[in-house]
């Protein structure tokens, strides 16, 4: 079980449309910030990976300290980004995998711009539900 | 209700599990929902070249979902890095799911290197639909040229995407053509990617 996680989902034009702090340790006043810092840090380095390879998961593209970044990235170029400090592979995997499912279904609504914020208090639920359960 | 029966009602549509996409929509209550949103377009724009784009925003908002849908659904989540994946993955498969069958022709273009041509005899959104002599080049596949843009795009190979008709000898209906002319730093990823 992971102590901290950081979750953030960003979009196409690199702006961020939805972050969570899905770790279960007691968080710092600054930890936030931080891990959000690392995970726009990391995205260089994910734009160059993400043209080598035709897989979606692209496991641990950086590290902080003890901290580990990893991504997934979708078909339209959207970015699931997990900075987290377990080992967890599989798990990581599969919480990718229903991410995407999920932001499928939010994508599917007509009435959703692409690229915009996630306001969906159920999709918090279930992301956060999911966090419990793979990591 | 007719038809309720034992169909799990969910509370939310986060909880519906995603469709396989077996189902079939009625072509003529599609070509009236196409002629009445071409006819409402119509009514706010007062040029052709408006027109069109507002045709081409529709089709983009489509490519976009397209692209993410089916990449999960038929490809076991596999993206496309190179040009010609994107481009058999638009020709065949988004072209089997939209219309039921495969793109007539993909071509290249002879005379630039970043122009592609993908071919049909009739659009089915042109089907019905036929240009008065007043609107010039005015076609409505435009809509499905945004389409074919929605997906590039959001696949990362930015693109200008047209749609033209392109009279045939022998045949009454002109056929026709959607032009992809790729952005120039797609060609040079292209090349980079092939060494």
Partial sequence: MANTAC??????????????EVGSAAKREDAAQLHQFILHAALD???DLAWTTSAMFLKSVDRFNDL???VYVTAGHTRLMLLHDSRNEDGIKSFFQEVHELYIKILLNPLYLPGSRVTSTHFDTKVRALARKYL | MIG???????????????????????LSAFALLFSELVQYNQT???????????????????????LELLCNRDKGNRRETRL?????????????????????????????????????????????????KDMGTFNCGAFVAGIVKGVLDNAGFPAVVTAHFVPIEGQ???RTTILIKFAHEVLKREARLSQ
């Fill in chain 1, 7 to 20: 979750f953030i989902i960003v979009g196409r034009n690199d702006i961020p449309i939805y972050e969570a």
């Fill in chain 1, 45 to 47: 380095v994910v734009q």
């Fill in chain 1, 68 to 70: 580990v970044v990893s």
């Fill in chain 2, 4 to 26: 309720v029966g034992k169909m799990k009602l969910y509370s939310n549509v986060l909880d519906k599990p995603l469709s396989k996409g077996k189902q079939e929509v009625s």
């Fill in chain 2, 44 to 66: 706010q724009v007062d040029n052709i070249a408006e027109l069109e784009r507002r045709l081409d925003d529709a089709g983009y908002a489509v490519g976009a979902r397209v």
């Fill in chain 2, 84 to 132: 010609l994946g994107i481009l058999s993955f638009v020709h065949s498969t988004v072209w089997k799911v939209l219309f039921g069958k495969v793109a007539d022709s993909l071509e290249k273009g002879t005379e630039h290197e970043d122009e592609y041509m993908i071919s049909e005899k009739e659009l089915l959104v042109n089907r019905f639909i036929s240009i008065p």
């Fill in chain 2, 172 to 174: 009454h209906r002109p």
